[in-house]
């Protein structure tokens, strides 16, 4: 009852927030930009200003959390109070500053590798697609093969191998989201490689390079905008998946995902303190993909009133 | 591999590693328990639920290695020997035995049992149980301890062991749980079949998921094996676990989380039963490799650790301060008096500067597999540590293959041990040089010598007083950190009986709780 | 309807391919492991005397090339043949849990499907209402939690007040009623998890087609919403949805063994993550190629449906 309430308080203070956030925009950035700001929906503001939110207390976490990462300051599972407004996890260890710090350490760690797979994926699919031929069928084939093994089996074997560092976790999972992304951007390739632009880019001379990057990737970047903003999000199930059977990020590190795992049991007898992290990834991963929704109709030319 | 995770707990370790508690401490029991002493009820259906069992199980004794193949194997299988709640060993199959020099060994074989398939048990039938374990081809965990056994010989209604030398601890070994008598044909059992002369006969088991069996009617302990029915499910999950408590879907789990125990309790559905005995968490150090190599630097991570924080947070209170000793409080020569180690920053400081240094950074390798908390431990060790100076870098390791690849495979890493009755049990295989399991690589002469001179020694003061300064040594010298002593805790339904003592050498009342305990 | 089974049989061959190589990267996969099964079922007793006895008698001496030619033999002639671990056969290891994983999948779909379809409809038509926002956010937030976490909280919800049960006791002689009533909360929540996905796909795909001039027309002629949606815009576009719908189904087949876990639920998941660890390569194959399989079956038929269902398709080739 009290988290719905919470819930419905915080929907009412985010409209005027966002409202607030719209105008103040809109006043403060330069003519052409204000337009668009002034045009967006209020969903797009409410998911920009979280966003500039997560992004102001991963960069500033050390300044906002009252305790050090890793210290331990208290008792297990102390309750709310004064000292320590979230109460202490499993370990006595601060639950706010771990959550700050969880900012940046999630953030990060899930921008990195959601950045990796798109560089990579991205660009092998549009290679594949403009070059054709035996090379596009070996790279297909392949990574059809890759994602007919399910992806988090496929990350738990990659993991014991290659060890679990948190380099290798931002390399097997980026590399396992790869193999989604190139499908996509292959297929959206396809769709321009065949047009009479690129054909005339081609008999001017042009090279490869050249076509990726000023003729195709800007065509086919609305649906992968699209697919980013899921695929940022689900970095951090797969963590907390990962975690859940025994891998994922090194402690003392605080990250969200893991955080989840360790202290889901709690809910079991009905304490909040594992909502907080959950919470946390749900809010990001909403106003991310509203401001994601906002782009793509931006894009497509399609007018919304909001 | 998951297993993942919550995948393993304390039994990994194959044989004798978590010995009887002669002369266990006795339990306090909740009022509840008491009550329900006198006669045993009997009937009804006893559902447990335990956070291991695989859907790889397999059947052959000889691997047994968890706790669901354990308590699996108790409910349908006798062996020779059987330990007591009071941590002595009594007759099962073997009605008697002897030992006239400690290298023969005489084992009466009980007439008139029957397999649940209705064969008479026979003297047979107990010797090619016990070769499924010896010899050249023999792919058993406990292999090992058979080395020493030349013969095993049928003589009338007795077995006869010869060994290369005398061993007056011989018997002990047959209450191994590996050693379940079986049936056999030619000589030798068939490792996938379950029948067995047990308490219980098994009505179907699907590996990983769940065991149903039934009470033997011809069972021959008319004093045991109270319950109609026993199903055994493998929950892996923690918290569905204590869900299948609270919500009535079991009547026993296992491995609690410490951090739930206080909520569980409040809840008043069920009964924590928490009992001390001489299992402990350990983390060795490779004495032979730099830093460890030097003492003073074992010393001053031994004083940089927070004991008693460590069994509040880790343990949940449901454990003891240990004070870098093998030899736990059940043990008959318990060094009680030894000096014990507080956390000390300070104090390990002075042993760091004593090593000439004035930082030290270690990687310590840790798992859950380890022990459930061990990667919690590490994060406290290393914040304590900090305080002294000292960055211990935590390396998680994936639990899948933790027992190859880490353990006594890096330098410093975290480990468990079941905990052993007999104080030369406990040193000879995970302390003298050279021991199969001395996982700390660790070789100390004085310590070495007191060993074999204490096996033979006649004299209880003197025996004690040797015992005790190897414990000593141990703790001073030896390269292993034993921050604590863990309790076996499980919790039942409220309207589950057990005897007034439960027995403290294996988990789950020495795996027995299927035969022992009632419903009230 | 010609081009249409050329395109079955050519995807068809592409599909085996794809099992060889997904087992050779398994298989590859598992030996590039640390440890092997001998090891690891002698866990921390092991002594290298009994392992090598162990080895022997299991073929593990064998070099990893010999090995994988004997499987892949077996396999050609239908003989998944018998799993090392319990010496049972991994055909008759593996009936069942198939069953229980295919039951839940579909059992799960059934909810799901139509319910995502009917709340990406109304959200499309009523879309930038308080209900689209509302059903958007809602979907989104229950996609970032994770599925055990999800879980955890029906439970206390649902299990720990008495209506469902927390654990799923399946046995064979169960009626369809009481296996649909104790597998309910894994099928809600795995209905969670992938109601979202499908449900903006809809969504978007339905809003993509409203500017289309063809649409425009049909708002012209005085149509009501409705209709519009229903009958003029839905149908067109069914070909995004379908592969939505068939990359989810995949999911529920391949992707659940954490739900599993948490529910008790003996499905394929859970044994393969088990054999993994135990390094019992021939069962761990066998699941590989059982969750490739359907992954390749289904995205076939998303294909095959999605021309059928856009004829400019069907002729393009």
């Given at each position: 009852m009290a988290v719905l309430i919470f819930l419905a308080a915080f929907i009412a203070a985010s409209i005027p927030l966002s409202w607030l956030f719209r105008a103040g925009l809109a006043r403060a950035l330069p003519r052409h930009m204000a337009v668009v700001a002034r045009d967006m929906p209020l969903t797009a503001a409410f998911g920009l200003w979280v966003i500039a939110l997560y992004i102001l207390v991963a960069f500033f976490a050390p300044l906002l959390a009252p305790f050090p990462e890793r210290a331990v300051v208290g008792t297990q599972f102390q309750p709310w109070d004064s000292a320590h407004w979230l109460g202490t996890d499993r370990l006595g260890r601060d639950m706010l500053s771990r959550l700050i710090y969880g900012a940046r350490n999630t953030v990060g760690i899930a921008f990195a590798t959601t950045a990796l797979a798109f560089i990579v994926g991205s660009l092998l699919g549009i290679w594949a697609a403009l070059r054709g031929g035996w090379l596009d069928q070996v790279l297909s084939r392949f990574v059809d093969a890759l994602m007919a093994i399910p992806s988090l089996i496929f990350s738990l074997l990659l993991l014991t191998i290659f060890g679990t560092t948190v380099m290798t976790l931002i390399f097997v999972i980026a590399a396992v989201d790869a193999t989604r992304v190139y499908r996509i951007a292959r297929s959206v390739a396809q769709g321009v490689v065949v047009m009479d632009y690129i054909e005339a880019a081609r008999l001017r001379g042009e090279g490869n390079w050249y076509l990726i990057r000023r003729e195709i990737l800007p065509n086919a970047l609305a649906p992968l905008v699209a697919e980013f903003g899921l695929r940022f999000c689900f970095v951090f199930l797969t963590i907390s998946s990962l975690s859940f059977l025994g891998l994922g990020i090194q402690p003392p590190t605080a990250d969200w995902g893991s955080m989840v795992r360790d202290n889901a049991t709690l809910i079991t007898f009905g304490d909040v303190t594992p909502l907080l992290p959950a919470g946390a990834i749900a809010l990001l991963t909403v106003a991310v993909n509203f401001v994601v929704d906002w782009q793509l109709y931006r894009a497509s030319g399609l007018k919304e009133q909001g | 591999m998951t297993d993942r995770s919550h995948h393993t707990g304390m039994t990994r370790r194959g044989l004798l590693k978590g010995a009887t508690a002669l002369g266990a401490a006795g339990l306090i029991l909740p009022a509840s328990y008491r009550k329900a002493q006198a006669a045993p009820n009997k009937g009804g259906t006893f559902r447990i639920g335990l956070g291991h069992g695989n859907s790889t199980d397999g059947y052959d004794p000889g691997l047994w290695d968890n706790l669901y193949a354990q308590v699996f194997a108790a409910a349908r299988h006798n062996q020779l020997i059987e330990v007591d709640a009071d941590g002595q060993l009594i007759p099962e199959i073997a009605e008697s035995w002897e030992s006239p020099d400690g290298q023969t060994w005489i084992f009466r074989i009980r007439q008139g049992v029957t397999f649940h398939s209705g064969k008479n048990l026979t003297v047979e039938d107990v010797i090619a149980s016990l070769n499924h374990h010896r010899g050249e081809d023999a792919t058993s965990a406990i292999k090992q301890f058979f080395d020493p056994v030349q013969d095993i010989r049928a003589d009338g209604q007795n077995v006869v062991v010869t060994l290369d030398a005398p061993n007056g601890d011989f018997a002990y070994l047959m209450s191994d749980y590996h050693l379940a008598i079986m049936p056999s044909a030619d000589g030798r059992i068939d490792p996938s079949s379950t029948d067995g002369c047990g308490p219980y006969i098994v009505e179907s088991y699907e590996p990983g998921v769940q065991a149903s069996l039934n009470r033997n009617p011809d069972y021959w302990k008319s004093d045991r094996a109270h319950f109609d029915r026993v199903e055994i499910l493998a929950i892996l999950d923690s918290a569905a676990r204590l869900n299948a408590l609270m919500t009535g879907?079991?009547?026993?789990?296992?491995?609690?989380?410490?951090?739930?125990?206080?909520?569980?309790?409040?809840?008043?559905?069920?009964?924590?039963?928490?009992?001390?005995?001489?299992?402990?968490?350990?983390?060795?150090?490779?004495?032979?490799?730099?830093?460890?190599?030097?003492?003073?630097?074992?010393?001053?991570?031994?004083?940089?650790?927070?004991?008693?924080?460590?069994?509040?947070?880790?343990?949940?209170?449901?454990?003891?301060?240990?004070?870098?000793?093998?030899?736990?409080?059940?043990?008959?020569?318990?060094?009680?008096?030894?000096?014990?180690?507080?956390?000390?920053?300070?104090?390990?400081?002075?042993?760091?500067?004593?090593?000439?240094?004035?930082?030290?950074?270690?990687?310590?390798?840790?798992?859950?597999?380890?022990?459930?908390?061990?990667?919690?431990?590490?994060?406290?060790?290393?914040?304590?540590?900090?305080?002294?100076?000292?960055?211990?870098?935590?390396?998680?390791?994936?639990?899948?293959?933790?027992?190859?690849?880490?353990?006594?495979?890096?330098?410093?890493?975290?480990?468990?041990?079941?905990?052993?009755?007999?104080?030369?049990?406990?040193?000879?295989?995970?302390?003298?040089?050279?021991?199969?399991?001395?996982?700390?690589?660790?070789?100390?002469?004085?310590?070495?010598?007191?060993?074999?001179?204490?096996?033979?020694?006649?004299?209880?003061?003197?025996?004690?007083?040797?015992?005790?300064?190897?414990?000593?040594?141990?703790?001073?010298?030896?390269?292993?950190?034993?921050?604590?002593?863990?309790?076996?805790?499980?919790?039942?339904?409220?309207?589950?009986?057990?005897?007034?003592?439960?027995?403290?050498?294996?988990?789950?009342?020495?795996?027995r709780c299927v035969e022992r305990w009632w419903f009230a | 309807m010609h081009a249409v089974v050329v395109m079955i049989l050519q995807r068809l061959a592409l599909g085996v391919l794809t099992l060889f190589v997904v087992s050779l990267v398994i298989f590859g996969a598992t030996e590039l492991l640390p440890g092997d099964l001998a090891s690891s079922l002698l866990g921390q007793s092991a002594t290298p005397e009994t392992v090598a006895a162990l080895r022997r008698q299991m073929g593990l001496d064998l070099p990893a090339p010999v090995r994988y030619w004997d499987w892949l033999t077996g396999v050609l002639q239908g003989d998944f043949g018998v799993s090392l671990a319990t010496r049972r056969p991994i055909a008759d290891m593996l009936s069942a849990r198939l069953g229980n994983t295919v039951f839940l999948a579909l059992y799960a779909a059934a909810i799901a499907v139509p319910l995502s379809l009917i709340l990406g409809v109304l959200a499309a038509l009523w879309r930038n209402s308080i209900f689209d926002r509302v059903a958007n956010a809602g979907a989104l937030s229950a996609i970032s939690f994770p599925e055990f976490f999800v879980a955890y909280i029906l439970i206390f919800l649902l299990a720990q007040s008495g209506y469902f049960p927390s654990m799923t006791r399946l046995s064979p002689a169960m009626s369809l009623g009481d296996k649909l009533y104790v597998t309910f909360l894994p099928a809600l929540t795995l209905t969670l998890v992938v109601t979202a996905h499908m449900m903006r796909m809809t969504r978007a795909a339905i809003i993509n087609l409203m500017a289309s001039p063809y649409i425009e027309m049909a708002r012209l002629k005085g149509l009501s919403p409705l209709r519009i949606v229903l009958r003029h815009a839905l149908p067109n576009a069914l070909a995004p949805i379908i592969n939505v719908i068939a990359l989810n189904l995949a999911y529920l087949i391949t992707g659940v063994v954490v739900v599993e876990v948490v529910f008790v639920y003996p499905g394929l998941g859970q044994l393969m993550v088990d054999s993994v660890s135990k390094r019992d390569i021939a069962v761990v194959q066998a699941i590989a190629l059982i969750f490739a399989s359907a992954y390749v079956l289904l995205n076939l038929t998303a294909d095959v449906l999605s021309t059928l269902t856009n004829p400019r398709l069907m002729r393009r080739k």
């Open positions: - | 879907q079991v009547e026993l789990i296992d491995q609690i989380d410490p951090a739930t125990i206080g909520m569980l309790e409040a809840r008043g559905v069920a009964n924590i039963l928490s009992i001390p005995g001489n299992a402990h968490y350990v983390f060795p150090m490779d004495a032979r490799a730099a830093p460890f190599s030097d003492n003073n630097v074992r010393l001053a991570l031994k004083y940089a650790i927070d004991r008693q924080q460590m069994v509040d947070t880790i343990l949940g209170g449901h454990g003891a301060v240990s004070n870098d000793n093998p030899i736990g409080p059940a043990n008959r020569y318990f060094y009680a008096d030894m000096e014990p180690k507080s956390f000390d920053p300070d104090r390990a400081r002075f042993y760091l500067r004593e090593a000439g240094m004035d930082s030290l950074t270690v990687d310590l390798h840790v798992a859950d597999a380890a022990f459930s908390g061990a990667v919690d431990a590490g994060a406290l060790f290393a914040e304590t540590a900090a305080q002294a100076g000292i960055n211990i870098n935590l390396i998680r390791e994936p639990n899948d293959g933790y027992w190859d690849n880490v353990w006594m495979q890096k330098p410093f890493v975290a480990s468990y041990w079941g905990g052993r009755a007999v104080e030369d049990h406990m040193f000879t295989t995970g302390y003298a040089a050279g021991a199969t399991w001395n996982d700390s690589f660790w070789s100390h002469d004085r310590f070495n010598e007191l060993l074999v001179q204490a096996r033979s020694e006649v004299d209880e003061d003197l025996r004690r007083e040797m015992y005790q300064e190897m414990q000593r040594i141990v703790s001073f010298e030896g390269s292993v950190i034993i921050p604590m002593n863990n309790n076996f805790v499980m919790a039942t339904a409220t309207n589950v009986a057990t005897p007034e003592q439960i027995s403290a050498n294996w988990n789950l009342d020495g795996f | -």
